[in-house]
């Protein structure tokens, strides 16, 4: 297939607000985004070329250079990487001769990592071009390198080689309760669109991202904003490390997700809904554009849906491009207007200026699935289970050291140690809820209860036993965060590189108490002066391992005085080399004089 710009733009209408989705095009066809390409794409959509260049530029997926036929990108997810996903991506680097991040001289392959592809219960996992591959092993690994060796195209390798499992071992009300097409809709046009805010208020539903914030409260504001124009959004781009459960609510639950964007719709006066999928589920496109063009056909989709005179809506599918960013609300709406996902100033808040600066609602998968439920079942659904604050149930995703790894779903309150039981854990060591920007426990702390009055979580659920060395867990979410931050602002672009490096100075051993004070000091002041909750919160995991993990850290320090952490004996190092020295005035340490 040859890139024609003109033609691809056409089909997008022109419209620079898909710009990201337009790149995604670019990409499929040419496999990278020339400088011509951003040029030529710049005038077409009468944008400056700066902004083109700025996008392509910010999300992983989009190069600017040729990368090779194959672009392969292993997870680099700590649960990955405790199944041996290093060690898998060192042999494939091995058998075409290229170090991490090149590409092989015939311009084969490229190989690099990539932070989570959400396939943590069936790790280690990666992605070639487009298509994502679970369960690896040596053998199917090899399998890989032959037919992109063989130069096999894409479609012809064998399908087996891209399932994706379900693994659910535990379901209750959101996973078991059945919803027909259309049935919550019903219930909603049969109620009104204020007392179908209300039932959703009513129901105590709060925000399944982690915020949780009430979704009754979020729709009324959106409903009664000022304007005619109003969006509906649904965040589907989890990409918090440890966390799948929306994979498996979009495979095998869309319908209730799309019935909650209706319903959501249909009450705060929208007319277009936008579903923003991250990229790194690219199984899911097809099915979900099925569902969409049959509630289309059934007319649950489209003009006057269900014959209600005046409710216009229709769904749109974004697909993101590997920006962990966007998975903030505003940062998301940046992305769907064709921009860098750099979080906005709030207030004002998406539910008064959100999508093109209209009214908007912007809720999580599960959220959305929830209130389509609430909506058919009443507020009761939600209220008879749970805890006073925190209504319902709750999907986790666990992974890591458990026996049944997959998606688990109770009623909020569950204890942690009744998850692990669940699960299969044994000799558990810590476990960390709701992400590398949740909260890391001990086991001192198996009676604490996952719910907003405890522990918060957005859903990931990642478990490391007695063998597993905290400290290279913190490097690994440390690392996350350094490669995430989308650089807009000071404490949070220098705080993540600067924790970064100290950890990987203690974990080499070089690593001082001075360290240790400094890593507890950036965390805070990420904490007092992030723009948004990146920044915020990717101190957590660091100073909650300094306060429940210490030992990992002590062990490793080569002094545990505080020590200035300039290493002057190593910075002396090539010098010593570039004059040929190693007498005692060449060295500054005194076990070397
Ligand atoms: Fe970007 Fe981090 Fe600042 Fe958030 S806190 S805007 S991720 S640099």
Aim: overall charge neutral; aromatic content about 6%.
């Amino acid at each position: 297939m040859t890139l024609d710009i003109q033609s691809l733009v056409q089909r997008h209408h022109g419209d620079g607000s898909r710009l990201v989705q337009i790149l995604r095009d670019v990409m499929e066809v040419a496999g990278h985004v020339s400088p011509p390409v951003i040029t030529e794409l710049a005038r077409a959509l009468s944008l400056p070329r700066a902004r083109v260049e700025g996008v392509v530029g910010f999300y992983s997926f989009f190069e600017a250079e040729p990368r090779g036929r194959y672009r392969v990108f292993f997870s680099d997810n700590i649960t990955d990487e405790m199944a041996g996903s290093h060690e898998l991506r060192q042999r494939m680097l091995d058998a075409f001769r290229i170090e991490l991040g090149e590409v092989s001289r015939d311009d084969l392959v490229s190989i690099r990592s990539t932070s989570c592809t959400g396939l943590c219960d069936q790790g280690p996992a990666l992605l070639v071009n487009d298509r994502a591959i679970a369960r690896l092993t040596p053998a199917r690994l090899g399998a890989i390198s032959s037919l992109i060796r063989g130069g096999t195209p894409m479609h012809q390798w064998p399908e087996n080689l891209f399932s994706i499992a379900s693994h659910v071992h535990r379901e209750d009300r959101l996973l078991s309760t059945a919803l027909a097409p259309g049935e919550g809709l019903d219930a909603a046009i049969a109620r009104g669109r204020s007392a179908t805010i209300a039932e959703i208020t009513e129901s105590g539903l709060r925000g399944r991202g982690g915020a949780g914030f009430s979704t009754g409260t979020k729709w009324a504001a959106c409903a009664n904003a000022a304007g005619p124009e109003r969006y509906v959004v649904c965040n589907a781009d989890e990409g918090e490390p440890g966390t799948f459960k929306d994979r498996e609510l979009l495979m095998h639950h869309a319908e209730k997700v799309l019935e909650g964007m209706t319903v959501a719709a249909f009450a705060v006066g929208a007319s277009v809904g936008l579903l923003y999928l991250r990229a790194e589920y690219p199984f899911l496109i097809a099915p979900l554009l099925e569902r969409l063009a049959e509630r289309r056909r059934v007319g649950l989709l489209g003009k006057a849906v269900r014959g209600v005179a005046g409710f216009d809506f229709d769904i749109e599918l974004h697909v993101g491009a590997g920006a962990y960013i966007c998975g903030e609300e505003s940062a998301l709406i940046e992305s769907l207007e064709g921009k860098r996902g750099i979080p906005r100033n709030r207030p004002p808040y998406p539910v008064t200026h959100g999508y093109k600066q209209k009214p908007t609602v912007v809720n999580n998968v599960e959220t959305l699935a929830a209130a389509a439920l609430v909506t058919r079942h009443g507020a009761d659904f939600l209220r008879s289970v749970g805890t006073p604050k925190s209504t319902g149930t709750k999907v986790h995703s666990v992974s890591g050291d458990v026996a049944r790894p997959g998606i688990y779903e109770y009623p909020f309150g569950v204890t942690i140690h009744e998850l692990l039981e669940a699960a299969g854990a044994k000799d558990t060591q810590a476990v960390m809820v709701g992400g590398p920007s949740g909260v890391l426990l001990s086991m001192r702390e198996l009676s604490r209860r996952i719910c907003f009055e405890d522990v918060p979580s957005a859903g990931a659920f990642m478990v490391f036993d007695g063998t597993r060395d905290m400290l290279g867990v913190i490097d690994n979410f440390a690392r996350f965060f350094a490669h995430e931050s989308c650089g807009f602002c000071t404490p949070c672009r220098v705080g993540t590189t600067l924790n970064a490096q100290m950890i990987k100075r203690i974990t080499s051993g070089t690593g001082t108490r001075r360290d240790v004070k400094d890593l507890a000091r950036v965390s805070q002041i990420m904490k007092d002066a992030s723009h948004c909750g990146l920044g915020a919160t990717a101190g957590n995991p660091i100073a909650m391992a300094i306060a429940k993990f210490r030992p990992s850290f002590d062990k490793r320090l080569r002094s545990l005085d505080v020590l200035p952490t300039f290493d002057l004996e190593e910075s002396l190092a090539p010098a010593r080399e570039a004059t040929a020295r190693d007498d005692v005035d060449a060295h500054f340490d005194e076990e070397h004089r």
